[in-house]
């Protein structure tokens, strides 16, 4: 590793099954057994708990998928409201130590706490202390993991879950990232990790064996992110004012639309809402984008960017039913989306992106 480098002290707490944790310790009687938050019969698993996790349910697979591996699960509507309340009960915690905290999601953040408002040494210790705080003020478990870099803090929160930590230090780095699959790189996706495989780099010290130059030969740019982060070397810092680089709306249909009418109506209410949104914050954007999923899972997108701002919820409207007519296919839907992006926040400051699942179609599953 290079220690010229300034050591930094990291720590990345993730919530352990958060939107399932939230349900059992809210419902006693679902304390113990295999859940998954999500409509039972059409949709994807927002969320599963360990207990499902052991039949391979997984986040953002297909309820119906996840009924076959687990013919027992018990399907629970998710209550987002809850989720952000208890969110920012974390966050205060979070708070208490450091400023210097950027969230990922409403259950995981980076916290830099090389200098910190108690004036601890050991971020091992800080990181105990907010898992018990955390506990103690929700009755929810978070893993933790500490190092020097946002990378090695990430991988090493997963370690020991649940409801444990794992602490790599600045002397173990090398001989750590040496043996981590290279799967578990940050940056290193299916396809990329295949490819490595093909190529006989199984592990970072089959990775580190590359030269820099051969790495971007065969990686393109995210070469020479490889050969550093195989070094420890990973410079991105903790930034607690994240900007907002695009403003969603997305509406998933309790039934698969396909009528013209239909789909304009929703286009046209979802183009009011992200106006209300963008309104609300004060942001403008330049350039809209749709998003289709049909009933099949398959997705398109398309987008359209204009030279001046949008601003008003008919243009979202009508460029909306524009993109709609480019789509390739004449398919049941079953989601709609609109985004704005290209956003004049040149200062920092943070927008909501938000799911909007409409709690009444839960209420019907």
Same mark, same amino acid.
């Given at each position: 590793?290079?220690?010229?480098?300034?050591?930094?002290?990291?720590?990345?707490?993730?919530?352990?099954?958060?939107?399932?944790?939230?349900?059992?310790?809210?419902?006693?009687?679902?304390?113990?057994?295999?859940?998954?938050?999500?409509?039972?019969?059409?949709?994807?698993?927002?969320?599963?708990?360990?207990?499902?996790?052991?039949?391979?349910?997984?986040?953002?697979?297909?309820?119906?998928?996840?009924?076959?591996?687990?013919?027992?699960?018990?399907?629970?509507?998710?209550?987002? $409201?809850?989720?952000?309340?208890?969110?920012?009960?974390?966050?205060?915690?979070?708070?208490?130590?450091?400023?210097?905290?950027?969230?990922?999601?409403?259950?995981?953040?980076?916290?830099?706490?090389?200098? !910190?408002?108690?004036?601890?040494?050991?971020?091992?210790?800080?990181?105990?202390?907010?898992?018990?705080?955390?506990?103690?003020?929700?009755?929810?478990?978070?893993?933790?993991?500490?190092?020097?870099?946002?990378?090695?803090?990430?991988?090493?929160?997963?370690?020991?879950?649940?409801?444990?930590?794992?602490?790599?230090?600045?002397?173990?780095?090398?001989?750590?990232?040496?043996?981590?699959?290279?799967?578990?790189?940050?940056?290193?996706?299916?396809?990329?990790? !295949?490819?490595?495989?093909?190529?006989?780099?199984?592990?970072?010290?089959?990775?580190?064996?590359?030269?820099?130059?051969?790495?971007?030969?065969?990686?393109?740019?995210?070469?020479?992110?490889?050969?550093?982060?195989?070094?420890?070397?990973?410079?991105?810092?903790?930034?607690?004012?994240?900007?907002?680089?695009?403003?969603?709306?997305?509406?998933?249909?309790?039934?698969?639309?396909?009528?013209?009418?239909?789909?304009?109506?929703?286009?046209? $209410?979802?183009?009011?809402?992200?106006?209300?949104?963008?309104?609300?914050?004060?942001?403008?954007?330049?350039?809209?984008?749709?998003?289709?999923?049909?009933?099949?899972?398959?997705?398109?997108?398309?987008?359209?960017?204009?030279?001046?701002?949008?601003?008003?919820?008919?243009?979202?409207?009508?460029?909306?039913?524009?993109?709609?007519?480019?789509?390739?296919?004449?398919?049941?839907?079953?989601?709609?989306?609109?985004?704005?992006?290209?956003?004049?926040?040149?200062?920092?400051?943070?927008?909501?992106?938000?799911?909007?699942?409409?709690?009444?179609?839960?209420?019907?599953?």
């Amino acid at each position: 590793m290079d220690f010229s480098l300034p050591l930094r002290k990291i720590i990345h707490v993730d919530m352990d099954a958060f939107y399932a944790s939230v349900e059992q310790h809210d419902n006693p009687t679902l304390k113990g057994k295999a859940i998954a938050v999500g409509g039972e019969h059409r949709g994807v698993v927002a969320a599963a708990s360990y207990e499902a996790r052991k039949y391979g349910v997984r986040s953002a697979m297909p309820s119906k998928t996840a009924k076959e591996k687990c013919p027992h699960l018990i399907f629970v509507p998710p209550r987002f $409201s809850r989720y952000k309340e208890i969110s920012k009960k974390i966050r205060e915690i979070f708070h208490e130590y450091t400023d210097l905290v950027e969230p990922l999601s409403l259950d995981e953040a980076y916290l830099d706490v090389t200098e !910190n408002k108690k004036g601890m040494e050991s971020a091992n210790l800080i990181a105990r202390e907010i898992r018990q705080k955390i506990f103690e003020q929700t009755g929810l478990t978070a893993s933790a993991g500490i190092s020097v870099n946002k990378f090695l803090a990430k991988v090493a929160s997963d370690i020991n879950k649940p409801n444990g930590q794992k602490t790599i230090h600045p002397d173990k780095v090398e001989s750590f990232l040496e043996e981590l699959p290279v799967e578990k790189f940050y940056g290193v996706g299916k396809v990329t990790a !295949n490819k490595m495989f093909s190529l006989g780099i199984y592990k970072g010290k089959d990775l580190k064996k590359r030269s820099l130059e051969d790495l971007i030969k065969l990686f393109g740019k995210s070469g020479n992110h490889y050969y550093n982060v195989v070094r420890g070397i990973h410079t991105s810092e903790v930034k607690p004012h994240r900007i907002q680089k695009s403003v969603a709306v997305e509406r998933t249909f309790f039934e698969d639309l396909f009528d013209e009418q239909q789909i304009n109506e929703k286009l046209e $209410s979802l183009g009011e809402e992200l106006h209300q949104r963008l309104q609300k914050n004060n942001i403008l954007g330049r350039t809209l984008t749709l998003k289709i999923k049909y009933k099949d899972f398959s997705l398109f997108t398309r987008s359209i960017t204009r030279e001046d701002y949008f601003t008003s919820p008919e243009q979202y409207f009508n460029t909306g039913k524009k993109l709609w007519e480019l789509r390739p296919f004449d398919k049941a839907v079953r989601l709609l989306g609109l985004s704005l992006s290209h956003l004049n926040t040149e200062e920092k400051k943070q927008v909501s992106v938000q799911l909007k699942i409409p709690f009444e179609e839960f209420e019907n599953l």
